[in-house]
């Protein structure tokens, strides 16, 4: 009996692979199931996922010896390692009429000049999401790297905020609370955001990718560092949930970190004519709505705003406006030696 | 008297430490809510849309198909290595064959990551996966092998070998037969090690290659509904019959291999 | 008749042969020899974008062992991973002992039940059994913090404990035990001077049996631990799937290695001494 089970499934297994099948690795909830449905139909074959959840896990994978993936969906300094790597296919123009959607302010990013590898797809920003009305209670700043970082604000808030698993995305925080650029590389000034981390860890319930949304929604933590888009998320699963709270989140004052994510080909894939069909599909004004929409991401095709809904395009942690964009940083990748030192800081700030 | 009781209320505070958090498990997979945070109602839903979830389905076929060809493997050569380790004891097999399975695995995980990549340059998927179960499993087959071996009366081999039977013919008609309940638990086991195996895998799988247990891992980290509730729950029924299963053919040999 | 006893002879070695060698050359290729390229990339450069450096480019020097070396933070983690599994390596004793005891004076027929009951749980996957206790711990407030860790530690690792100590048990002629009531001594005595001892193989069997595997768990620190309960699991982890910095990644490996080592041996030297385990 359970042998018969395992030969159907294996044989359920072997059909699913011959059919026409797109992989892609994608960050967590960055494709809506309805989109990649949609997508599916239309080009009658199989999207399949594989989700990270950090750019340095992605590439960690990649290095680790992941091929196999046709699209990946780094931020903009990822694009750049990969480019240097020779690890991504070239676009192939023609295949993406579409291609001319995209805003000039994206059209000729610093990793990428000319997009010649990289499409974006979503822009967020690394900034709090907060229970609004636990806060307002307590009367405690929204607007400010303060609140995860000052004890003063912490001790009200103790056990009850949750930070990013991402060495990168806290130092940077950290580094902009005390003054100094996101991509810092003086290592005293390093040493200063890690202490100042140290001071507020003890505040602190847990580090934290991708189970803050849930527990913001839930009520469990009052305070998040995270992704605009996970943000959006909460505070709308919050809503549907009847919560009797609401969830908010906004970009602090201090400056925060601006990423932009892209479709890239990666040059072991073995579909590049699906790949370029999907990131033409994902180009389209609609589709590329999609991401805003149901997702609460930002968006840098412009063909997409009129089908965004106006409380998403209006909102300003999601599509910051001029005065904030000027705050906004977008990460660089590190050496080598400069990786190890902060791996090491890390250690030191997760230990300790 | 007193002293008795203390003694059962312990144990059954250890057993009762054991299946409490199972029988949860169990119990909130027929939970009706998402966030499966409190008790809502009861439902079997969760259990249809297992059979709808393409991505768990193919995880559990790959688990499946992996565990198979793996663990026929390791038997084979596990319980070579068993006889061996019991008839001509060589020096350097005990230390290869024992400490794969002393090792923590992190450490075999990442050896063979680095193996694969480094020097093979090798695309991990499907065959990395295979040879590290392989790798872990022919100890623990062994240990099996051995322990039956070593409660065996040898007069039977002597006997053999006295009548004239080739060592061919000994193992054919004498050693296998008295092995096989051996063999066979060593099987079972092998196969719920592999069914089972996280951290190893977690290194060595490559893309497109899933197996239940990193399933269950990105499902636990990203968004955990009832759903993986009802994979633990079908998981657990499965590899309750193998154990079940082992036991019955060689309940010694189980005890001993601890 | 010399002709057919080397004949003989000759069957014997190359049956020897024929059994010994394909299990030892899959292991020798699949098990060795990653870790002594485990051990060889633990001495190479950091590739630039990640991975190790080409030989040719970075050649090998003590850049990762002076880096551990450098810092006490990973001397102090090492140590934590010790004392978490000690700790956890104590506390399963203490919960096994009674529960295998109990089982040891049960009637013959029910033993086997009983133990089939202990290896039960274990039949549910590792992270099913970490996830078990996410969910019981999250509305008590638990969660992430050392006590979770711990208890899921001993929840993962309790059989390893109960099945050791429960074979040596009930090796233990009761004509022992008699003959102590007999010249007198009290409950208490008896335990401490006659069961305790014999069953100390089987203690140290099924601590080291809880012990080294705990050293190098990852999965249970993270996901049942905050943010300061990380152990040299974790570390070594992070290193290979986050950092990309593979050579810093090995000598980790190779330092867990030795410690594992080091108490693999004394537990055997420690059995030894003791007779049979």
Known sequence: MKLALAFLLSALAALARAEDTLYLYNWNNYISAETAARFEAWCSCRLKQDYYSDNEEMLAKLEAGATGYDLLVPTGNAVQTLIRKQELQMLARERLPHLANIAPAFADPWYDPGLRHAVPYATTVTLLGFNATRLAELGLPTDSWALIFEPRHLQRIKGRVSVLNSQRELMAAALRYLGHPANDTDPGHWTAARDLILRAKPYWATFSNSTYIKDLAIGNIWVAHGYSNDMFRAREDARAAGRPFAIGFAIPKEGAVLAVDNFVIHKSSRRPDLAHRFIDFMLQGENAADVSNLIGAGNPNQAALPFIRPEVAGDPALFPPPETLKRLEMLRDLEPKQRRLMSRLWTEIKVK | ?258 | MPGSSSNTERAGRLTRWLVTAPPAAFLVVFFLLPALIMAAASFREPGEFGGLAPLAAGGMNLDAYRFIVDDPIYAWILAKSFAVAGLTTLICLLLAYPLAMRIVRSPRRRRDLLVLLVILPFASNFLIRIYAWMIILGPLGLLYSPVAVLAGMVYVHLPFMILPLYTNLEKHDPALLEAAQDLGAGRWARFWRVTWPLSLPGVLSGSALVFIPVLGMFAVPELLGGTGDLLIGNLIKEQFLDNRDWPLGAALSLVLTAAVLAVAGLSAALTRNRGQA
């Open chain 2, 1 to 258: 008297m007193r002293r008795g009781f203390w003694l059962w209320a312990a144990a059954l505070a250890t057993y009762a430490f054991l299946y409490v958090p199972l029988a949860v498990v169990v119990l909130f997979s027929f939970n009706d809510s998402e966030l499966n945070a409190s008790w809502v109602g009861f439902t079997t839903r969760w259990y249809g849309k297992l059979l709808g979830d393409a991505d768990l389905l193919q995880a559990a076929a790959n688990s499946l198909l992996i565990a198979i060809v793996s663990s026929t493997i390791a038997t084979i050569l596990g319980t070579m290595a068993g006889i061996a380790l019991h008839r001509w004891r060589p020096r350097f097999l005990p230390f290869l064959v024992l400490t794969p399975v002393a090792m923590p695995e992190i450490l075999l995980g990442v050896s063979l990551l680095l193996f694969f990549r480094q020097v093979l340059d090798l695309t991990l998927g499907l065959f990395s996966i295979l040879a590290a179960h392989i790798t872990f499993s022919i100890g623990f087959v062994a240990i099996i092998i051995r322990a039956r071996l070593a409660g065996m009366d040898e007069s039977i081999f002597e006997a053999a070998r006295d009548l004239g039977a080739t060592p061919w013919r000994t193992f054919v008609r004498v050693t296998f037969p008295l092995i096989l309940p051996g063999i066979v638990a060593g099987f079972l086991m092998s196969f719920t090690l592999s069914i089972d195996d996280f951290v190893i895998t977690f290194f060595v799988a490559g893309v497109g290659v899933t197996t239940l247990p990193l399933q269950i891992y990105s499902m636990i980290k990203v968004a955990v509904t009832p759903e993986v509730n009802a994979i633990s729950t079908l998981l657990m029924a499965l590899t309750l019959t193998l154990i079940a299963l082992a036991s019955r053919f060689a309940p010694d040999a189980l005890r001993k291999s601890a």
